[in-house]
């Protein structure tokens, strides 16, 4: 019941925020912890990667897609 709310309301955002949380968190984490600053690029690696899933998400080729993305203004 709890993930047909979530859905429904919008609530997958939501966890993909708090997984991102989690692994900007556990990547500092890491970084403090080995002191080795590869760690901090973690999260950026992870927010690139969702974006690329989001965009292969939409229902037209990907390239047209990106074309469109970078032709707003």
């Known amino acids: 019941?709890?993930?047909?709310?979530?859905?429904?309301?919008?609530?997958?955002?939501?966890?993909?925020?708090?997984?991102?949380?989690?692994?900007?968190?556990?990547s500092i984490f890491l970084a403090m912890r080995k002191k080795r600053a590869f760690f901090?690029?973690?999260?950026?690696?992870?927010?690139?990667?969702?974006?690329i899933f989001q965009i292969a998400m939409v229902p037209i080729p990907f390239f047209e897609t990106v074309k469109f993305i970078f032709s707003l203004k």
Not at 43 to 49: E, T
């Open 40 to 51: 901090l690029t973690i999260p950026f690696l992870s927010l690139f990667i969702y974006f």
């Open 1 to 26: 019941m709890i993930q047909e709310t979530l859905t429904y309301s919008g609530g997958e955002t939501l966890l993909y925020f708090i997984a991102i949380l989690l692994i900007t968190g556990g």
